[in-house]
């Protein structure tokens, strides 16, 4: 693994029966990535993920793949969730919310997201083929949810438009990293508060 600054960075493994996966994480980074997941097509959206989010990342990720890509898909997703998690600590100081409307050819995607340690995803995309590559285009929203839940954030997906299922897809990828980098910055005016009239993140509105 590569050397990260002594920034918020962090590294989670996990092993199952079905996958071994580790993700290191530098939320302060300049989007530099190194990814092997066994799926291509995966392997490209994080690299997208980590490119237009500035979040140097890390994969490598081994897993049932002669049974399918869900297994891997699901818990690749899983490990940035918590490392992500882990890395804001107690996500004192930042920006919390972020969006972004991504355009890209003929598709226009927006994207919501709020690091309110609540885990809450709204999806809207509609997807008319079956695959991209060799991977399941279903598989796109167990990602988005693992990420929610692991994450600890509220994220909205819409698709406004768009015939493309890659570009779609990749569009909504682009959007998560997007409106991730402005959530995570931490907010000079507050750098030493949590953004929450109750202190803390999570629990209850």
Same mark, same amino acid.
């Given at each position: 693994?590569?050397?990260?600054?002594?920034? %918020? %960075?962090?590294? &989670?493994? +996990?092993?199952?029966?079905?996958?071994? $996966?580790? &993700?290191?994480?530098?939320?302060?980074?300049?989007? *530099?990535?190194?990814?092997?997941?066994? $799926?291509?097509?995966?392997?490209?959206?994080?690299?997208?993920? @980590?490119?237009?989010?500035?979040?140097?990342?890390?994969?490598?990720?081994?897993?049932?793949?002669?049974?399918?890509?869900?297994?891997?898909?699901?818990?690749? /997703? #899983?490990?940035?969730?918590?490392? &992500?998690?882990?890395?804001?600590?107690? %996500? /004192?100081?930042?920006? %919390?919310?972020?969006?972004? *409307? #991504?355009?890209?050819?003929?598709?226009?995607?927006?994207?919501? $997201?709020?690091?309110?340690?609540?885990?809450?995803?709204?999806?809207? &995309?509609?997807?008319?083929?079956?695959?991209?590559?060799?991977?399941?285009?279903?598989?796109?929203?167990?990602?988005?949810?693992?990420?929610?839940?692991?994450?600890?954030?509220?994220?909205?997906? @819409?698709? +406004?438009?768009?015939?493309?299922?890659?570009?779609?897809?990749?569009?909504?990828?682009?959007?998560?990293? +997007?409106?991730?980098?402005?959530?995570?910055?931490?907010?000079?005016?507050?750098?030493?508060?949590?953004?929450?009239?109750?202190? $803390?993140?999570?629990?209850?509105?």
């Amino acid at each position: 693994m590569s050397k990260f600054s002594l920034a %918020r %960075r962090a590294a &989670v493994e +996990r092993k199952t029966k079905e996958t071994k $996966i580790r &993700v290191a994480v530098n939320l302060d980074g300049a989007g *530099v990535y190194k990814i092997n997941t066994g $799926i291509g097509f995966l392997d490209h959206m994080m690299e997208q993920l @980590s490119r237009h989010s500035l979040m140097d990342l890390e994969i490598e990720a081994s897993g049932d793949l002669h049974i399918d890509f869900h297994h891997t898909t699901e818990d690749v /997703a #899983i490990c940035i969730g918590e490392a &992500v998690s882990k890395a804001l600590g107690e %996500r /004192a100081g930042i920006c %919390r919310y972020g969006s972004a *409307v #991504i355009p890209m050819d003929e598709t226009l995607t927006e994207v919501a $997201i709020d690091l309110s340690n609540r885990p809450y995803l709204i999806w809207k &995309v509609v997807l008319s083929k079956p695959k991209l590559g060799e991977m399941d285009t279903e598989l796109f929203k167990e990602w988005f949810q693992a990420f929610s839940q692991a994450a600890g954030v509220t994220l909205h997906v @819409s698709n +406004r438009y768009g015939e493309n299922n890659h570009h779609i897809v990749e569009s909504c990828f682009k959007g998560l990293a +997007r409106s991730l980098r402005q959530a995570v910055d931490i907010d000079p005016r507050k750098a030493d508060a949590v953004p929450s009239t109750k202190g $803390i993140l999570g629990g209850s509105l």
